[in-house]
């Protein structure tokens, strides 16, 4: 079967995911194909009850599975899906063959079955799989299809059910002793126990402070060159034979490290008195000790080195990362980018090493090619490495690519041409240095030097780092040629104070390398994980770290305490080999999920150790784990002891720490905590801090006109005062009477604000008087500040006092001047960063009617509440802006466009006859409806918080 016969063949219909997809492949097969697009998963587990058929009840309509009936799933046709689906249903009806042209990994095998499963196809059906869109790969994979794996669609589909039953018992869980609307995944909560446990790390952490001596030496040689200077830098080593302590040496508490017998902890003092007695010393090399230096390249691409790469080389996070390597893939710019592999094809080896002869020389090719082994257990080597696709890459000038395209295509084509380069060789050199000091002490310095005589593949690409302190590969240190016993002069020793400093916060790339280091989950799955802790708000960014919310905390407390396993590392890992296994067909589906969800029961273990699971003591039964939950304490769990006094709790409406009233029974004293606000900055200090300030209603008096009492109040949005309305004032309905509200002036507070103030504030709007033509006009505190306004036209106010003390005339003024229209005469930039790596323009920091902002020109991005104008970095800033381009600009709602009177002349008739028609049928639709929704209403409720938990499971 091949594309020139595709006339014998009559019509083909081939089905792909994406429209993007199936418009790159419509153009490689011409015509006799119709190539359309099933728009993802067209079919999955129910939401909610309500989309289960009414012939299914109790857990299976709650679980969409049948958990007594080995697990059967009870899928439905999404109902955005159903216009799509009966469009493929008329094309198929219309053609000769079908191809299923899905991706080629679990999940596209498991829409591809779905696909066969829904249409239900009476012509031949084929499975069309490619790693690259190509015209060459796609017409080879027109002529040679294969059938559908079902071992890959019986393990995607465990892992569904598998997921679906984690989800929707634990959540349900989260929703009864922590917060509604919560949710629990087999990978997404294991990965949120880990920012969590760092921050617990961080929040133990206890400082050390500890000195060293750094020394400048000279070897008085001249002249002096880059190659060979004549000055370097060497750091105190060991004082009579005992190791300078550093960082390495201390715990977490503070402490050195037992087994540290041998060290030396210099404290200030002891440094400076050390340097002031070598003040005088005669320095000399005590040894050279030379090694080859030889760096080999990196391995290709596979979806998780990607994303790190991009995270520190571009400010990419995981999801901004896949959504633009799914966009180069489907026009055909790299292979699949979902991939555990890092094989090459000889297509691509062939490929890359031309592009090394071209652009670098012979000189840079190895003699032979350079495959790599993947060290990610279980990869599907049926995959490629993340590459350009083609048996030619196109170089990054030649795509016509720009922005965030052309950024990460540079970055995987670079990557690729330099893992089809030679090694990277040279030189590292430790050099001692030796003295006494004035009281006879025998000091040792050590320096530490690398040179690189042949760059290699470091002339093509070097990779990143997630310390950002970290060395690259590129880097030399050049040392003078030395050898031992030659005299040094010492210009300067200079007493050097550290310390250690907390484990760093992950980052998403670092977040992803630690869950693929665990084996936990999947790697393509890792980018929707990430998005989906943020979302829910178990983590947030700061920066590019990660940071858990004081929420996350409860989650991953009540998750250790009455459901370890299920957030256990190793046993998440284990659950990982077994779905493995699965697809390899090694073990049966069926009985690890009843041990899984069952527990042991009668027969279990041996059904599943027959089943290919081992002893299977790491599968528990999670049934009766969510079933007794009287011995979760809501309150205990939420709770998290600051002080003696002080008590951090989690409540349904956000965390606030509280100190117990020293009366018994009466109510303690409470106060919020700012949802930005890191865990670890959550001191004891500022819990008081938070304590002290004012809380609740202050009353200010009563309103000499209405007599209704005034207070003050600190609300979500800042402070304002208000009145409290008489016993009996209606609140709801026609006659409803809302109470006045008014927002605190910038310049006041809770603590200082009179009643007064509140009676001026209150006035507001005031009105100044009417323009000649008899126009009113007002002065108004708005969210953007104080302003006029005469009709639909306002104009801004300088400053809040204003709005009591303007005139008539000067408001006239006022108006007189014409409208700025846009943008204000532009005020000089606060700061100026240097130049956005991205846009390659000037960034500067500006003042907005919003508050602070980066700009470069194009994208503004205003500042967050930890940015400090003042100490804002540049890097902050490029960071800043490549998140808000990564969001995209704002969708604005589409306006209608006007009917076309001409148009409405000559139909008018047949729009009467047509609207007459359509309000019957309206009629009657919602009389039908109207039966159903009583019944329906009931198991729609039960499992409306379901769907917080539907889109969360893995």
């Known amino acids: 079967m091949s594309p020139s016969s595709e006339t014998a063949h009559g019509q083909r ?181 880990l920012v969590v446990e760092r921050e617990r790390e961080r929040m133990a952490f206890r400082t050390a402070s500890y000195w060293d001596l750094v020394g400048t030496f000279g070897t008085g040689r001249t002249p002096a060159d880059a190659a060979n200077p004549e000055t370097f830098g060497a750091r105190l080593a060991s004082v009579d034979g005992k190791r300078i ?59 998780t080195t990607l994303q790190q790469e991009a995270g520190r080389k571009l400010g990419f996070g995981a999801k901004r990362t896949m959504q633009v390597a799914q966009k180069l893939y489907e026009n055909g710019f790299i292979t699949y980018m979902r991939t555990d592999s890092t094989t090459l094809s000889d297509t691509a080896i062939a490929a890359a090493r031309t592009q090394v002869t071209q652009l670098y020389g012979a000189d840079y090719l190895p003699d032979a090619p350079r495959t790599y082994a993947s060290k990610v257990k279980n990869a599907q080597e049926a995959h490629e ?39 990277a060789v040279g030189q590292s050199v430790t050099v001692r240095v030796g003295g006494a000091s004035a009281d006879g002490r025998d000091v040792e310095f050590s320096a530490s030097g690398k040179i690189i005589t042949f760059h290699g593949f470091l002339k093509a690409y070097v990779e990143g780092a997630d310390d950002p302190n970290a060395e690259l590969d590129d880097r030399e240190r050049r040392l003078p040629q030395v050898a031992q016993g030659d005299p040094l002069a010492a210009d300067r020793i200079t007493p050097e ?26 790697p393509s799955t890792y980018a929707s994980i990430i998005d989906t802790i943020i979302q829910r708000k178990y983590v947030f960014k700061k920066g590019t770290a990660l940071v858990p919310s004081f929420l996350s905390f409860a989650v991953v407390n009540l998750l250790e305490k009455h459901f370890g396993r299920l957030v256990d590392y190793d046993f998440t890992a284990k659950m990982e080999d077994d779905l493995d296994r699965i697809a390899a067909g090694e073990a049966q589906s069926v009985p690890w999920l009843k041990r899984f969800y069952f527990g042991e029961g009668e027969g279990a273990a041996g059904a599943a150790a027959e089943a290919g699971n081992g002893d299977g003591d790491h599968l528990g039964g999670l049934k009766e784990l969510v079933t007794d939950l009287g011995a979760i304490d809501a309150r205990e769990i939420s709770s998290f002891r600051i002080s003696d006094d002080i008590t951090l709790r989690v409540g349904r409406y956000g965390p606030y720490v509280e100190r117990a009233s020293a009366v018994e029974g009466e109510p303690g004293r409470r106060a919020d905590i700012p949802d930005d606000l890191p865990p670890d900055e959550l001191t004891v200090e500022l819990a008081e801090e ?171 991005a205003t500042l967050r509440k930890d940015d400090d104008v003042e100490t804002i970095t540049p890097e902050r800033g490029y960071e800043l802006l490549a998140e808000k381009r990564a969001r995209g600009p704002v969708k604005k709602a589409a306006k209608k466009a006007p009917a076309k009177k001409a148009a409405a002349k000559k139909t008018t008739t047949t729009k009467t006859a047509a609207t007459k028609t359509a309000a019957k049928k309206t009629a ?25 938990a539907a889109g969360d499971e893995g």
Do not use: C
């Open 13 to 193: 219909l081939v089905i792909v995911e994406s429209p993007a997809k199936a418009k790159t492949i419509k153009g490689y097969l011409g015509p006799g194909y119709i190539v359309e697009a099933s728009v993802g998963h067209i079919r999955d587990l129910p939401s909610t009850a309500a989309e289960v058929p009414d012939k299914y009840t109790g857990e299976v309509r709650r679980l969409g599975v049948d958990v007594d009936h080995d697990f059967a799933p009870i899928y439905v046709v999404n109902a955005d899906k159903k216009s799509q689906v009966s469009k493929l249903k008329s094309l198929l009806a219309e053609s000769d063959e079908l191809f299923l042209a899905t991706d080629e990994d679990r999940e596209g095998e498991a829409i591809a079955w779905h696909l066969q499963q829904v249409l239900k196809p009476k012509v031949p059906v084929h499975r069309m799989v490619f790693h690259e869109i190509t015209k060459t790969a796609i017409q080879e994979a027109v002529a040679n299809p294969r059938e559908l794996n079902q071992r890959l669609v019986d393990a995607q589909e465990t892992r569904r059910i598998l997921d679906r039953l984690y989800g929707f018992e634990v959540s349900p869980v989260l929703w009864k002793k922590v917060m509604p609307k919560l949710s629990a995944g087999r990978v997404q909560s294991v990965a949120t126990r």
């Open 245 to 303: 302590a550093s960082g390495r040496d201390f715990g977490s508490d503070g402490q050195l490290k037992a087994g540290s017998t041998n060290t030396l902890h210099l404290d200030e003092q002891a440094a400076r008195q050390l340097a002031a007695a070598l003040a005088q010393t005669a320095f000399s090399v005590r040894s050279v000790e030379s090694k080859p230096y030889r760096r080999s390249p990196y391995a290709p691409f596979r979806t």
């Open 385 to 423: 490495a993340v590459r350009p696709s083609g048996d030619r890459f196109r170089t990054p000038a030649e795509t016509g690519l720009s922005g965030d395209d052309f950024r990460l295509y540079e970055l995987i084509w670079m990557r690729t041409v330099a893992s089809q380069m030679k090694d």
């Open 497 to 522: 104070g550290h310390a250690t400093k907390p484990p760093a916060r992950y980052t998403e790339a670092s977040l992803v390398k630690e869950l693929e280091d665990r084996e936990i989950g999947r």
């Open 690 to 860: 938070l304590l002290a300030k004012p809380s609740g209603d202050f009353e200010l008096g009563p309103d000499p006109v209405t007599g209704n009492m005034l207070v003050a109040k600190d609300g979500r949005y800042g402070p304002y005062v208000t009145e409290i309305l008489p016993e009996g004032t209606p609140k709801t309905g026609k006659n409803a009477v809302k109470p006045r509200t008014a927002s605190l002036f910038k310049t006041m507070s809770l603590d200082t604000v009179t009643l007064e103030d509140a009676l001026r504030l209150l006035s507001l709007p005031r009105v100044v008087g009417t323009d000649p033509e008899g126009a009113e006009i007002t002065a108004q505190n708005g969210r953007y500040g104080p302003y006029l306004k005469r009709g639909t036209d306002s104009r801004s106010l300088t400053s809040e006092d204003q709005l009591f003390t303007i005139t008539l005339e000067e408001a006239l003024a006022i108006y007189a001047q014409p409208k700025q229209r846009g943008r204000a005469a532009a005020a000089p930039p606060l700061k100026e960063l240097g130049t956005d790596p991205v846009s390659e323009r000037p960034v500067v920091v500006k003042d907005g009617r919003f508050g602070p902002y980066v700009t470069d020109g194009e994208t503004n």
């Open 924 to 948: 009657a639709k919602k009389t039908t409806t109207a039966k159903t929704a009583t019944a329906k209403k009931t198991a729609a409720k039960k499992t409306a918080a379901g769907k917080a």
